[in-house]
């Protein structure tokens, strides 16, 4: 079963500030999933990647697969950037075909103004 | 479009009572999964449809949970006999394939389920 860790666990930062969240995996995996969850709210996927790099505004989301290690980063941070971001890959079970995800614990990440 | 959605988004019950939990998932997505966010285990796996067979039901925490979907489409998560440890924030989530983890999930707003 892939295991997932992410680091940091708890982040705080200051509004404009370049924030990054990682993630390290244990067994290959077709894709990497960044998902983002604010306070009360509904999960929102936010990249799904397999190779190399992605982006979308200010938001940067980078994987290695030689080294199992995937990097989410925020540019000019903004007060409303503060949630939980959680990285997940698929499930690996020996009778393959398993299409769920394992979850990482998040990070919390707040963006004081 | 309309996104998943999810029934009751609340529900309170007795330990020992049944409960069932309903997901829509978004129209034409054939794969559906059930997730689990409880505040000591984070997120979980539960089970995975494709169309209305579940390949992986090896998430199921015990034999008082069992889910189905009918159609293809909605899925009904079933909670028998339920104990406190049960209180969690139930999740849908739908994607549009299901192969290898590598189509993005689309998550409903979840089902904050409370046993008292």
């Known amino acids: 079963k892939n295991e997932v860790e992410q680091s940091p666990q708890n982040l705080t930062a200051q509004e404009g500030e370049f924030i990054t969240i990682n993630c390290s995996y244990s067994?290959?995996?077709?894709?990497l999933h960044w998902l983002q969850q604010h306070p009360g709210g509904g999960i929102v996927s936010l990249f799904m990647l397999s190779s190399g790099k992605k982006k979308h505004g200010r938001l940067i989301a980078t994987i290695n697969i030689q080294e199992k290690h995937s990097s989410l980063h925020i540019t000019a941070s903004h007060p409303r950037d503060s949630a939980v971001y959680i990285c997940?890959?698929?499930?690996?079970?020996?009778?393959?075909?398993?299409?769920?995800?394992?979850f990482g614990k998040g990070t919390h990440l707040i963006i004081q103004p | 479009g309309a996104g998943v959605s999810q029934s009751p988004s609340n529900k309170v019950t007795e330990k020992g009572k049944d409960v069932e939990l309903r997901c829509d998932p978004i129209s034409g997505h054939t794969a559906l999964y059930w997730y689990r966010q409880s505040l000591g285990q984070g997120l979980e796996f539960l089970i995975y449809?494709?169309?209305?067979?579940?390949?992986?039901k090896s998430g199921l925490p015990s034999d008082r949970f069992s889910a189905e979907r009918t159609g293809g489409s909605v899925s009904t998560l079933t909670i028998q006999r339920t104990q406190q440890e049960d209180s969690a924030v139930y999740l849908c989530?739908?994607?549009?394939?299901?192969?290898?983890?590598?189509?993005?999930?689309?998550f409903g707003p979840g089902t904050r389920l409370t046993v008292l």
């Open positions: 449809f494709q169309g209305n067979s579940a390949p992986d």
């Open positions: 989530a739908s994607s549009l394939h299901g192969t290898g983890g590598t189509n993005t999930q689309y």
């Open positions: 067994v290959g995996i077709s894709a």
């Open positions: 997940a890959v698929p499930l690996m079970y020996s009778g393959g075909g398993a299409d769920g995800l394992t």
